[in-house]
């Protein structure tokens, strides 16, 4: 096995227990892909079939309203980036995924997602355990947004992104906090 793979491995293990076979299940399927920045990793005009694990780089998963761009969350290194209800549901949805630097991934296609499920159970508990640190967080975010006032939404993404918010564009920032970019300015002067 070629140190390439210890990253998307250790993730993995993180939740489960990998024997030698799904591991050589899991390599046979995932191919290595670059996207360049301000690249597309997804098209909200098509159906998702990929989910990619990120290596190096940082993508913006956003949608149009009005013709505005509104960024709702930023994925990087070690984690899996799609657009989850067109990839699960094989539909269409709203979300565009495009790439804030250049993004070096592991790329699984659904169908092989879904032979790993069928054939490996432990796989329906890494689901299941990894979903659920996603679940939490989009809960976090839903009441960040309702219940708190802008300094405290700021504060909160500077916890969920304390690794990467230095390279997200400060536009993106106030788009995701559902704040102007004045207004984020003059937060950000007052740290």
Known sequence: MSSEFTPVLNHFSQYIKLSETLKKELLDRLSFQTF???ELLHDADKICTKSYFI????????YLKDGTEISEYFSCENEWVNSPKSFIGRI?????IDCLEKTETFCLKVNDLGYLFDNFPEMERYARLSMGSVF???MERITSQRFTTAKEKYEHFLTVYKGI??????????????????????????K
């Open 55 to 62: 290596l190096n780089g940082l993508t913006r998963t956003y």
């Open 36 to 38: 360049e920045k301000g």
């Open 165 to 190: 918010y230095h390279r997200i564009p400060l536009g993106m920032t106030a788009s995701y906090l559902g704040i102007t970019q004045s207004t984020l300015s003059r937060l950000r002067a007052e």
């Open 136 to 138: 939490g967080h989009l």
């Open 92 to 96: 269409k949805d709203i979300y565009f």
